[in-house]
């Protein structure tokens, strides 16, 4: 449904989340780690939400990747428009570019629904409320 890329920022800005609650900074290494990703491949995407806002990022010695309250809060959805833009949110299924009520593909109709349900249930998910539930290890970041 997402590309890798997306996967992998969604993993990331989770990981980060929990372990920043606490003011924590977590370097590349860690998260690479944490999430099973390949180290440059993360600090590419990093870099790239880093500009966006959605993560931040502090150098030196004690530097790392952090959220704020602020980007606590943010959802994702916004990750995944960072990453993939909208087109799950409003793309035809079978990828037809004049798909649309008047002229719809043959997906159009049930496909609508559910990619509503996806922008709902991604809008709703705010990046700091997983924390407990992968702490308490209820939830897997990593295979």
């Given at each position: 449904?997402?590309?890798?890329?997306?996967e992998?920022?969604?993993r990331?800005?989770?990981?980060i989340?929990?372990?920043?609650e606490?003011?924590?900074?977590?370097?590349?290494?860690?998260?690479?780690?944490g999430?099973d990703?390949?180290e440059?491949f993360?600090?590419?995407?990093?870099?790239?939400?880093?500009r966006?806002?959605?993560?931040?990022?502090?150098?030196?010695?004690s530097?790392g990747?952090?959220?704020?309250?602020?980007?606590?809060?943010?959802?994702?959805?916004?990750?995944?428009?960072?990453?993939?833009g909208?087109?799950?949110?409003?793309?035809?299924?079978?990828g037809?570019?004049?798909?649309?009520e008047?002229?719809?593909?043959?997906?159009?109709?049930?496909?609508?629904k559910?990619?509503?349900?996806?922008?709902?249930?991604?809008?709703?998910?705010?990046?700091?409320?997983?924390?407990?539930?992968?702490?308490?290890?209820?939830?897997?970041?990593?295979?």
């Amino acid at each position: 449904m997402f590309s890798k890329t997306c996967e992998y920022a969604i993993r990331a800005v989770l990981f980060i989340a929990q372990k920043s609650e606490d003011g924590s900074k977590v370097g590349i290494r860690e998260i690479a780690k944490g999430i099973d990703s390949p180290e440059h491949f993360i600090a590419k995407i990093l870099q790239d939400l880093s500009r966006k806002g959605l993560v931040q990022s502090q150098k030196g010695p004690s530097g790392g990747f952090y959220l704020d309250k602020t980007s606590l809060h943010a959802t994702l959805a916004d990750v995944v428009r960072v990453v993939d833009g909208d087109k799950i949110f409003s793309g035809c299924a079978l990828g037809l570019k004049q798909c649309s009520e008047i002229k719809p593909c043959p997906l159009h109709h049930e496909f609508k629904k559910i990619r509503e349900d996806i922008l709902r249930f991604l809008q709703s998910a705010k990046l700091g409320e997983f924390n407990r539930q992968l702490e308490q290890d209820l939830f897997f970041l990593k295979r």
